[in-house]
């Protein structure tokens, strides 16, 4: 879906909260086996620390997944998203993007969500800003009104958070604070801190 500058910076204005997707948004898409069969995964600490400024700036971020995995419950503890905000083993994207929107206290039209394949369709069908990687599905592609240069685990949650940021006037300003050296005192107090 093909939106103006102007209507994407309209959608985004109108963003209180981001639900992400895990695989293939916050990663790569790759699973990776331990030897006892454990999944280990790999986040972006750019995206990361892009998560962090939303939610210096009052934007929470929630997690809607298809999959369980402790990897995932460890980075989101490290994140500080809240667990009434994590949902893992997703089998409903449509039902349960509507618990998290609830549990916010917001309507759908005001959620970003960014997701990157089939069973993200519904959530992404029904949200005010529809995001996903750049190698996202095709058919995640299509319902996108946002679809990121980067790709899923290398900065497309950046790219949203950027955009939301920038939507609300911020953007430039926090880089001005962070370019001054005046940011960093009152911004660590979790991870992803470079």
Known sequence: MSLSREE???????????VLDVDGVLTDSSL???????????????DGFAIKLAQSE?????????????????????????????????????????TLASRLGLGL???AYMGDDIPDLPALACAGLAACPADAAEEARELSHLVCR????????????????????RWAELMKTWTAGTAAGTFFGGSDGK
């Open 8 to 18: 994407l910076l309209a959608r985004a204005r109108a963003v209180r909260a981001i």
């Open 109 to 111: 039209h005001e959620l």
């Open 150 to 169: 980067a790709s899923g685990g290398y900065g497309a949650v950046r790219e949203l958070v950027k955009l939301v940021l920038e939507a609300r006037g």
């Open 58 to 98: 009052g934007v929470p971020v929630a997690i809607l997944s298809g999959r369980l995995a402790a990897a995932v419950k460890a980075r989101l503890a490290d994140l500080g998203i809240p667990r009434r905000l994590t949902v893992q083993g997703s089998r409903d994207k449509k039902a349960d993007i509507a």
């Open 32 to 46: 990776f086996y331990g030897p006892r069969g454990e999944y280990l995964k790999a986040f972006s600490a750019r």
